[in-house]
């Protein structure tokens, strides 16, 4: 796979919600980095992350990272970890584990 085809990662995208989701979470950045998307925000989450990372997996599961990230992306914590999420489960887990929902 070319690494700089982010399809997959505008697929997941897409599967949250679209570009949409940024408004509702109040993102600072969404990055698109081929089978992963990355999204950092804003709002005060109810695991104290402000990053999470959605990966697609081998076996077209995905992998849901969250992630505290502080001094300017010198301190990284990983906060929370749920693997083996279908696609109709990942707003499910987003929202579940940060507290903050991505539709109105």
Same mark, same amino acid.
């Given at each position: @796979?070319?690494? /700089? ?12 919600? !679209?570009?949409? &989701? !940024?408004? @509702? &979470?109040? =993102? ?8 992963? #998307?990355?999204?950092?925000? =804003? =709002? ?16 077209? /599961? ?6 505290? &990230? !502080? ?8 906060? =929370?970890? /749920?693997? @083996?999420?279908?696609?109709? !489960? ?11 929902? #991505?539709?109105?």
């Amino acid at each position: @796979m070319n690494t /700089t085809d982010n399809t997959v990662a505008a697929t997941i995208l897409e599967q949250l919600g !679209g570009v949409r &989701i !940024g408004v @509702m &979470i109040g =993102a600072k950045s969404i990055g698109l980095d081929g089978r992963k #998307l990355k999204v950092r925000f =804003a =709002a005060k989450s109810l695991n104290k992350s402000n990053h999470f990372e959605i990966e697609l997996a081998d076996n077209d /599961t995905y992998a849901v990272s969250f992630w505290k &990230i !502080g001094r300017g992306g010198l301190e990284c914590k990983k906060v =929370a970890e /749920t693997t @083996m999420v279908y696609a109709n !489960g990942l707003r499910q887990v987003v929202e579940q584990s940060t507290g903050l929902y #991505l539709s109105l």
